[in-house]
Nanobody, 124 residues
Framework: QVQLVESGGELVQAGGSLRLSCAAS????????MGWFRQAPGKEREFVAA????????YYTDSVKGRFTISRDNAKNTVYVQMNSLKPEDTAVYYC?????????????????WGQGTQVSVSS
């Protein structure tokens, strides 16, 4: 079992920055790829960013490339996403997730564990 707890979401003005954190407990964190997803009201959950456990390669959806950066600290069992130049369309509940696989990290069904989410609201 892996337990995931997100934090860092809040209301911010457009153009601002936030850093979300996801603390993991349970099995060996370093052997899990970690992803961030988000879900806006009335929309499906969508992939945001991921980092592979084996290669540390990072992956991003097109709409956040150049603005968001995912990173992990295996010593702290924590994954982060630094979000800069935030836009109102970034408003959503953000979830972190853990996958035992180093591939297909944009697919929600590739993840075994999910956090409860943290709300990010960007005002215009």
């Amino acid at each position: 079992q892996v337990q995931l707890v997100e934090s860092g979401g809040e209301l911010v003005q457009a153009g601002g920055s936030l850093r979300l954190s996801c603390a993991a407990s349970g099995r060996t964190f370093s052997r899990y790829s970690m992803g961030w997803f988000r879900q806006a009201p009335g929309k499906e959950r969508e992939f945001v960013a991921a980092i592979s456990w084996s290669t540390l390669n990072t992956y991003y959806t097109d709409s956040v490339k150049g603005r968001f950066t995912i990173s992990r600290d295996n010593a702290k069992n924590t994954v982060y996403v630094q979000m800069n130049s935030l836009k109102p369309e970034d408003t959503a509940v953000y979830y972190c997730a853990a996958s035992p696989n180093p591939w297909s990290l944009s697919r929600p069904n590739n993840y075994d564990y999910w956090g409860q989410g943290t709300q990010v609201s960007v005002s215009s």
